[in-house]
């Protein structure tokens, strides 16, 4: 291999961690194993009705290639539609997965080493990301007091002269709470004092689970700065395998003008997305009432059992406004990558350890609430079980 150079920016440590080298030695054995960290709808039972997803994709239309860097027309006013026409189809991008839509974003606003806000705790989605197209992440911290609240202070001190853009996801993962309307007109300050960008994740937005749902950022707010508002097929209708997302641009005439004129040299570049997937986009959101409302009650029941569970424990929960997962609270007496292991190696259940999503080293757990119930309850009595195995009373 000492031919060939390769870039720093793939260079990464190796990807396997202790966690997932416990839970695959457990699984070659064939030794039970009730995992709690699955958040693929469709190995969870829960994906929309196979016939109907699939008869759209059959079109003729599908046999013709017409490139337009935005997206197909049809698709985008599918898309204009979901946020009540808030946004024209012109200022609408369709992209392959909402990852890719990161990206592109990123290239967008970011020179190499330019900075970009993202909130802790949060998904790790970022890092590598951020990383492939060489931007730097700064933290911004999200704090605990009867809710989660932004530390706007911290955020405002995070700024720096290469901050391009404050990424805020609403509602969060895996936290599971949206961003208040008095955080969002904070944030819009910060942003046009800076001269920010807002890139708002909301691929969650229509899952409120112990709340009201909460408003768009498509929608007009007063003094707003330039938002890039993202979404995709992934969450929004369970269909992560149809590899459809789309960004949606919103603010000042100017900025949204010249962001859109760079977006589609970018886009244009890579034309990536399927035109299947593009004519049956209209259908699918058509149809996606369906499978969230299927989504939404299997999150509520598995919460109701975890509640059953949980209570008078060491174990309890923070509130879940939104979302798939439920973020734990367990006494703080090991670190939480060991306790994750153990729980692995001794009461057979996976759990992500808190620390995955940037919460403090001790005392955190994170599980997904779309595990079939069965196979839910099993996971909670052991993972109690387990609890109380390292802590005895
Ligand atoms: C908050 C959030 N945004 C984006 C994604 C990725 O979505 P996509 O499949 O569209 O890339 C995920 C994946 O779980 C997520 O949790």
């Excluded at 009650?297 to 879940?320: C, G, M, Y």
């Excluded at 119930?373 to 005895?392: C, D, E, K, R």
Aim: aromatic share 8%; glycine share 4%.
């Amino acid at each position: 291999m000492d031919s060939v150079n390769f870039s720093q920016r793939t260079f990464f440590e190796p990807a396997t961690s202790d966690l997932a080298q416990a839970i695959g030695r457990r699984m070659a054995r064939n030794q039970l194993l009730y995992d709690l960290t699955t958040s693929n709808p469709g190995s969870c039972g829960l994906t929309p009705n196979t016939e109907k997803t699939l008869s759209p994709l059959q079109t003729p239309a599908a046999m013709y290639y017409n490139p337009n860097p935005r997206g197909i027309l049809s698709a985008r006013e599918a898309v204009a539609a979901l946020y009540n026409n808030a946004v024209s189809p012109e200022r609408i991008f369709l992209a392959a997965s909402t990852s890719e839509a990161y990206s592109m974003l990123f290239r967008l606003l970011c020179d190499p080493r330019d900075q970009v806000l993202i909130p802790q705790p949060g998904y790790p989605l970022f890092d590598m990301l951020a990383a492939l197209d060489n931007v730097t992440l700064q933290h911004y911290p999200l704090f605990y007091d009867h809710g989660w609240h932004i530390d706007l202070a911290s955020l405002v001190a995070a700024i720096t002269l290469r901050t391009r853009a404050i990424l805020l996801v609403h509602p969060n993962n895996p936290t599971g709470h949206y961003t208040t309307q008095q955080e969002r007109a904070a944030l819009s300050r910060i942003a046009i004092t800076h001269n920010l960008a807002l890139i708002v994740d909301e691929v969650f937005l229509e899952y409120p689970i112990e709340s009201e749902a909460g408003n768009s950022f498509t929608q007009p707010g007063e003094d707003q700065p330039l938002i890039f508002t993202l979404s995709g097929l992934s969450k929004i209708c369970a269909l992560p395998q149809m590899k459809l997302a789309w960004t949606t641009i919103t603010g000042p005439a100017e900025a949204v003008a010249e962001a859109t004129h760079r977006l589609d040299l970018i886009a244009d570049t890579f034309l990536s997305v399927a035109t299947p997937q593009q004519l049956a986009l209209p259908t699918w959101l058509a149809d996606r009432r369906e499978v969230q409302s299927s989504i939404i009650a299997r999150v509520k029941a598995n919460l109701a059992e975890l509640d059953r569970q949980i209570a008078n424990t060491a174990i309890s929960r923070l509130p879940v406004q939104a979302g798939w997962a439920a973020v734990l609270r367990v006494p703080a007496t090991l670190d939480d990558t060991d306790l994750a292991l153990q729980l692995v190696r001794e009461a057979g259940v996976a759990v992500h350890p808190g620390s995955f999503y940037g919460f403090p080293p001790k005392g955190w757990l994170v599980i997904s609430l779309l595990i079939d119930p069965q196979h839910f309850a099993a996971g909670i009595n052991l993972l109690g079980s387990g609890i109380q195995q390292v802590n005895p009373t």
